[in-house]
């Protein structure tokens, strides 16, 4: 493993390969996260209860996110494994089947968010205080379902291509759009200086609903430019008379797919569970949990960046069946997200509360969010590594293993450790953090055991060049 990192370090071609296709990924992801930022601290400014009302339904709002990332995975890996076998016309078959997946998954998530939306607060435990404004705000943000998977599965598409550039413009501005439009709709209006200049400034004042509503504008235009984006690639060869289904090619796609989607949904409704448990500890540790969750997410940059460009190189590698150039990618982009990671869950470590304070001016909430994201800060190097190899696998179109180490960690560690915790011992949002961190490191002990064993290989027919 050490030898391959070290002889891909020194070949120019493949780091300019690995580089062209992450640094766009890892912008998407910065950018996502400062609307992340721009979203926690603007509502964390009206206080504690708008800030426990957006974070008690990001959980099911993850479980809906996962199902059209799953489908985005099995997108990617069909078409880089046909690019690199060559067999550009299966490539074009597995777009048009992103297409008709756009419109099943996008069509019935809308359907039924929209129908559990005025009952999930309560189900959630939130409380009473927060559950109307949690239950229009999950409304919101989900009626424009369809767009959403367009945007995911559709620029999925793209990466796969090699196309990373387009599908950060595009997301750069929803981002852009969804900051204005948060400036404008969550708070009321108000004079803003600037240079010494104070103007007076127009807002709606609809908090937590306008935080909803500039997010679903912006996923209404990122979903149609996405679209028109992957209409127009020569490589995808999208028009209507393309758009069949293809038993074979869709039958690659739900294989992959559905273990992905499966491992992401248990382990979203583990979250959700999760979340139910550290509601328990009151809407103070509940803000606190969930500004903590948003504050994170930058941290995660280079590993989730860097996955997209995993999963499409493992795919052209296992396309041209050499082993050489799977391992070479792989243990690379290990490295380089393992050093970057480590880098940032030190300053995550060192800063822990100043970066609360960004989100929140209430002092006991920033002072439970910094001792949760020092303790998660310790797992972030592990974290790097799990990230990657879930790339490399949903890339090679091996996700079954993925989806039972998820299954073991979450049921087997989290959700039993954080009852024991909670429920039986009492214990605050420290030790909440801690199952959540140990749960990490198992999947991550788990993944690379396997990895490492290498018996996964055999399936796919390498060659050692």
Not at 7 to 32: G, H, S, Y
Not at 381 to 406: C, H, R, Y
Request: charged share 10%; net charge positive; proline share 3%.
């Amino acid at each position: 493993m050490f030898h391959h990192i070290r002889t891909t370090l020194k070949d120019r071609e493949m780091m300019r390969t690995i580089f062209l296709l992450a640094w766009p990924t890892m912008m998407e992801e910065a950018l996502q996260c400062i609307v992340t930022y721009a979203d926690t601290a603007q509502v964390g400014v009206m206080g504690a209860n708008a800030s426990a009302a957006i974070g008690l339904t990001t959980t099911v709002t993850w479980m809906t996110f996962y199902p059209m990332y799953a489908a985005g995975m099995s997108v990617t890996s069909a078409i880089s494994i046909a690019l690199g076998a060559k067999d550009t016309q299966r490539a074009k078959k597995a777009a048009a089947q992103a297409v008709l997946l756009v419109l099943v998954l996008g069509l019935a998530l809308m359907g039924l968010t929209l129908a559990i939306s005025p009952f999930l607060p309560g189900w959630l435990g939130g409380a009473q205080e927060i559950r109307r404004d949690a239950s229009t705000y999950f409304a919101i943000i989900c009626a424009p379902m369809l767009f959403r998977a367009a945007s995911i599965i559709m620029g999925a598409a793209l990466r796969a291509t090699g196309n990373t550039k387009t599908p950060m413009l595009i997301s750069t501005l929803m981002n852009v759009i969804n900051i204005i439009l948060n400036f404008l709709f969550i708070s009321p209006t108000r004079s803003v200086t600037f240079l010494g200049n104070t103007f007076t400034v127009w807002g709606a004042g609809w908090g937590v609903t306008g935080a909803g509503i500039a997010s679903a504008i912006s996923l209404i235009i990122g979903g149609t430019l996405m679209t028109v984006a992957a209409w127009r690639s020569p490589v995808l060869g999208l028009c209507f008379k393309s758009i069949r289904y293809d038993r074979d090619v869709m039958g690659q796609c739900v294989r992959v797919g559905l273990p992905i989607a499966g491992e992401r949904v248990l382990f979203s409704f583990g979250q959700v569970i999760f979340t139910a448990i550290t509601a328990r500890l009151g809407t103070v540790a509940m803000a606190a949990h969930s500004i903590a969750l948003a504050a994170e997410q930058a941290f995660y940059i280079p590993g989730y960046g860097m996955q997209t460009a995993a999963a499409t190189l493992a795919g052209y590698s296992a396309g041209e069946k050499s082993e050489k150039h799977l391992m070479q990618y792989a243990s690379t982009i290990m490295f380089i997200a393992t050093v970057l990671m480590t880098v940032l869950s030190t300053a995550l470590f060192l800063f822990a509360e100043p970066i609360m304070a960004i989100f929140t001016p209430d002092m006991e909430v920033v002072r439970l969010g910094g001792l949760a994201l020092r303790i998660v800060a310790i797992s972030e190097p592990f974290f790097a590594v799990l990230v990657i190899l879930e790339g490399i696998f949903s890339g090679l179109g091996d996700t079954k293993a993925p989806f039972v180490f998820s299954l073991l960690s979450m049921w087997g560690v989290r959700i039993p450790t954080t009852w024991l915790c909670v429920a039986v011992l009492h214990l605050g949002l420290g030790a909440v953090w801690l199952c959540m961190s140990i749960d990490n490191i198992a999947r991550f002990s788990m993944m690379m055991a396997r990895f490492l064993r290498g018996k996964w290989k055999k399936r796919l027919a390498l060659n050692e060049s």
